[in-house]
């Protein structure tokens, strides 16, 4: 009986060393590795959003390239417009150009004037650009007509005819009364600052 108490006693020290030291990693663990686990878990859904953002911005400095193109060019086809587009204080210069190239089509200006002006500056907010009619009283043949529009549908600014009137000349045949009604769009003086 002797050894089994002995057998015993050892088994129980066993046991009792075996949960002590299993009680030691308990209070270890709970001391040491929770905190850092609980906090690791806490971090984990910050990490996944940090993660998606770091993507997003990855994906905008790729892009970045294609939208500095982009905007040189926007900024090309802005210059682009305003060549094409005379601004307020070009409307006199325009005239002159008509006029020029009536001239080098032999074609007779009596009279060319802008008309439709007021209110240019009080235009709707966003608006940029402004349609204004401008009126031309001339004389000239049918070929002498056809080149003036030719040359004005080949050149630099955006012009259109909107109406033409062509009467008969009681004093020459050859050369016809004409009025036509162009229109083109200007620059808004506060769309200069686009």
């Given at each position: 009986?002797?050894?089994?108490?002995?057998?015993?006693?050892?088994?129980?020290?066993?046991?009792?060393?075996?949960?002590?030291?299993?009680?030691?990693?308990?209070?270890y663990f709970?001391?040491?590795f929770k905190?850092?686990?609980?906090?690791?878990?806490?971090?984990?859904?910050?990490?996944?959003?940090?993660?998606?953002?770091?993507?997003?911005?990855?994906?905008?400095?790729?892009?970045?390239?294609?939208?500095?193109?982009?905007?040189?060019?926007?900024?090309?086809?802005?210059?682009?417009?305003?060549?094409?587009?005379?601004?307020?204080?070009?409307?006199?210069?325009?005239?002159?150009?008509?006029?020029?190239?009536?001239?080098?089509?032999?074609?007779?200006?009596?009279?060319?004037?802008?008309?439709?002006?007021?209110?240019?500056?009080?235009?709707?907010?966003?608006?940029?650009?402004?349609?204004?009619?401008?009126?031309?009283?001339?004389?000239?043949?049918?070929?002498?007509?056809?080149?003036?529009?030719?040359?004005?549908?080949?050149?630099?600014?955006?012009?259109?005819?909107?109406?033409?009137?062509?009467?008969?000349?009681?004093?020459?045949?050859?050369?016809?009364?004409?009025?036509?009604?162009?229109?083109?769009?200007?620059?808004?003086?506060?769309?200069?600052?686009?």
């Amino acid at each position: 009986m002797a050894g089994v108490k002995l057998g015993r006693n050892k088994r129980e020290k066993t046991l009792l060393s075996v949960l002590f030291v299993m009680i030691i990693a308990a209070v270890y663990f709970n001391l040491l590795f929770k905190p850092s686990i609980d906090e690791l878990m806490n971090l984990l859904p910050k990490v996944s959003v940090l993660k998606a953002d770091l993507a997003d911005a990855k994906e905008l400095i790729s892009t970045r390239k294609t939208i500095e193109q982009n905007e040189a060019q926007a900024r090309l086809k802005m210059d682009e417009y305003k060549e094409i587009f005379p601004s307020e204080e070009e409307v006199p210069k325009l005239l002159e150009s008509l006029s020029s190239i009536a001239g080098k089509s032999r074609v007779k200006i009596i009279g060319i004037r802008p008309f439709g002006r007021e209110g240019l500056r009080a235009a709707e907010k966003n608006v940029v650009y402004q349609e204004i009619p401008i009126e031309i009283v001339a004389q000239c043949g049918y070929h002498e007509l056809g080149q003036f529009l030719q040359r004005l549908e080949t050149g630099d600014r955006f012009i259109m005819v909107k109406d033409m009137d062509i009467n008969a000349n009681p004093e020459n045949i050859k050369r016809h009364n004409i009025k036509l009604i162009l229109s083109t769009y200007i620059l808004i003086a506060k769309g200069s600052d686009v």
